[in-house]
C-alpha cells in the first residue's frame, strides 16, 4: 500500500517568514495529493491540492510542488502569518482509493 | 460544496456505556465513508471504511465488536463505540470522498471522553 512520509514534525518561523513542508509517497500510481489545515479540535480543511499531470500550483501565499519521479512533493506558504499557526497534513491517493495521510507538521508562527 | 454533517461534537460518557456517532451527507449521496481516530497532536488513523448496503471494511488491529459501523444509507453512516473505555477517549472524525472522487470532505469531528 501507499506510505506517505511528511517532514518536519514540528516547525517555528517568524512572521513574514516563509514555511516548507515536504512529503514523500511510494506508490507510483498516486496521483492526487492534496494538504490539510487543522485547527486544534477542528476538521481538517483541504487547502490546495495538486493532481499529477500538473507540477505546480498556487493559490495567493500557498503553492504546492510535485516531483512525480522523485515522488515528492512539497508545501510553501510565504509570508507567514500568526494565523497559519495549525498542523498541516499531506495526504496521497488514486482516484476513489483512500487516501494515505502524512503523519503531520505542527506550524508555529510567532508574531 | 459538499458538507458532511457529524454528530455530537462533544461527549462525555461513562465507562461500559454505548456512544454512536452519525456522520450524514449533505447535499451529496456518499456511499463510502471513511473513519478515522486521532490522538492529540498525531495524525488521522484510519478505523475502518464504510459502504452503503455492505459491511464495513476494517483495518488491522480495530476491534470490530468494539467500534460498530453501520452505512443504511446513502447519507448516513454511524460509528457506535460500544462499552467505552478511558482508553477509547479520543477524537473521532468522518470523512467522504467528493462526487469526483479524488478530494475528501471531513466532518466536524466528535470529541469523545469516557469517565
Known amino acids: 500500500g501507499e506510505n506517505v512520509e511528511q517532514h518536519p514534525s514540528t516547525l517555528s518561523v517568524q512572521e513574514g517568514d516563509s514555511a516548507v513542508i515536504k512529503c514523500t509517497y511510494s506508490d507510483s500510481a498516486s496521483n492526487y495529493f492534496p494538504w490539510y489545515k487543522q485547527e486544534l479540535g477542528k476538521r481538517p480543511q483541504l487547502i490546495i491540492d495538486?493532481?499529477?499531470?500538473?507540477g505546480e500550483k498556487k493559490d495567493q501565499r500557498i503553492a504546492v510542488t510535485l516531483n512525480k519521479t522523485a515522488k515528492h512533493f512539497s508545501l510553501h506558504i510565504t509570508e507567514t502569518q500568526p494565523e497559519d499557526s495549525a498542523v498541516y497534513f499531506c495526504?496521497?491517493?488514486?482516484?476513489?482509493?483512500?487516501?494515505?495521510f502524512g503523519r503531520g507538521t505542527s506550524l508555529i508562527v510567532h508574531p | 460544496g459538499a458538507v458532511v454533517s457529524q454528530h455530537p461534537s462533544r461527549v462525555i460518557c461513562k465507562s461500559g456505556t454505548s456512544v454512536k456517532i452519525e456522520c450524514r451527507s449533505l447535499?451529496?449521496?456518499?456511499?463510502?465513508m471513511f473513519w478515522y481516530r486521532q490522538f492529540p497532536k498525531k495524525s488521522l488513523m484510519l478505523m475502518a471504511t464504510?459502504?452503503?448496503?455492505?459491511?464495513?471494511?476494517?483495518e488491522q488491529g480495530v476491534e470490530k465488536d468494539k467500534f460498530l459501523i453501520n452505512h443504511a444509507s446513502l447519507t448516513l453512516s454511524t460509528l457506535t463505540v460500544t462499552s467505552a473505555h478511558p482508553e477509547d477517549s479520543s477524537f473521532y472524525i468522518c470523512s467522504a470522498p467528493d462526487r469526483e472522487n479524488y478530494g475528501y470532505t471531513f466532518g466536524s469531528g466528535t470529541r469523545l471522553t469516557v469517565v
Open positions: 447535499d451529496f449521496q456518499a456511499t463510502t
Open positions: 495526504a496521497a491517493s488514486r482516484r476513489s482509493y483512500i487516501p494515505t
Open positions: 495538486i493532481r499529477s499531470n500538473v
Open positions: 464504510s459502504n452503503e448496503g455492505s459491511k464495513a471494511t476494517y
